[in-house]
């Protein structure tokens, strides 16, 4: 399949396309260091915060599965390799094995500054390429992102 079956030009969707294999990379990044948090969380915020990382990285998973489904839909192939995802991710991983508990949830803020921004490039690039499909899905993305960046802000302590 290709671009031109659900009535996208191919040309247009080729930027979709490389961005949302950039998006898949640091997608993969940011849930593996969602799982550390998860596994490596302790002391008194473990109870909430535990919960929390699960609910973000299980949010994670499906999210990856959605950006790779999409990229298959465009008539193209997602980037599978755990090299390339390192190589092409903005996000960058860390290692979570004794890290405090604000500081892991600095790390996820920090992680999803970096995939609103690439999810506004995306809106940017889908909406001159007339692909409504990539855009409806890649906004729920950003809108689920930015209450969590104000919840996570909020428990810890942030303006």
Known sequence: M??????????????????????LA???IHYQKLRGCHWNIKGQNFFTLHVKFEELYT???LTIDEIAERVLTLGKAP??????????????EIDTIGLKDLDMVDAILD????LIELERELLEAT????????????????QFKEKNTWMLRS???KK
Do not use: C
């Open 2 to 23: 290709d671009a031109k079956e659900i009535n996208l030009n191919e040309k247009e969707v080729k930027p979709v396309v490389d961005l949302l294999n950039d998006y």
């Open 26 to 28: 640091n997608y993969h």
């Open 59 to 61: 949010n994670a998973q």
């Open 79 to 92: 980037h599978s390799r755990f090299a390339d995802y390192i190589k092409q991710s903005k996000i960058k």
């Open 111 to 114: 992680d999803m500054a970096i």
């Open 127 to 142: 909406g001159g390429a007339g692909d409504d499909g990539t855009n409806d899905m890649v906004n729920r993305f950003m």
């Open 155 to 157: 428990f810890a302590g």
